[in-house]
């Protein structure tokens, strides 16, 4: 389980990016051990077999990991902004990996399943001096 007691604060979190990369080995090695680590049923869950599949898993895991790894180290009172619409598209210049909106929410579900995150859910408000919120994700993934 996640580490940090805080509560996580709905206004205080950074923007999710299509485009994290890392080369740290560390970091790719936590990443694959963390996708080791979830049960079989999950990650054919995440990765389903068939002829049209394409298995994104490991590097929309990865996207997220890195991502969630920064947050943390800068400032562990910050959460990431998790998107969980179908909104987004796969082809388009601000997803250079093609990373599936799909993917990306059954990743984040696998990892608060898991207890490596906590989440909280999007918030919508009609009222115009409330401000809505995408979801957010917070915690250290630790192995």
């Not at 298995?55 to 997220?64: E, S, V």
């Not at 989440?119 to 915690?139: C, E, F, L, V, Y």
């Amino acid at each position: 389980m996640a580490f940090f007691d805080t509560a996580i604060d709905r206004y205080q979190s950074v923007a999710f990016s299509y485009t994290a990369h890392t080369t740290n080995h560390d970091l790719i090695e936590c990443v694959e051990s963390v996708w080791c680590s979830f049960p079989e049923e999950t990650r054919v869950e995440i990765n389903p077999v068939g002829p049209n599949s394409k298995a994104l898993g490991l590097p929309t895991l990865r996207l997220i990991v890195i991502q969630l790894f920064s947050v943390w180290i800068t400032d562990p009172t910050l959460a990431l902004a998790t998107p969980r619409g179908n909104d987004f598209k796969v082809k388009s210049i601000y997803n250079p990996k093609g990373i599936n909106p799909e993917k990306v929410r059954a990743v984040l579900d696998a990892l608060e399943a898991n207890n490596y995150i906590d989440t909280i859910a999007h918030s919508h408000s009609d009222n115009p001096n409330q401000k809505s919120t995408t979801s957010r994700a917070s915690g250290p993934v630790t192995v």
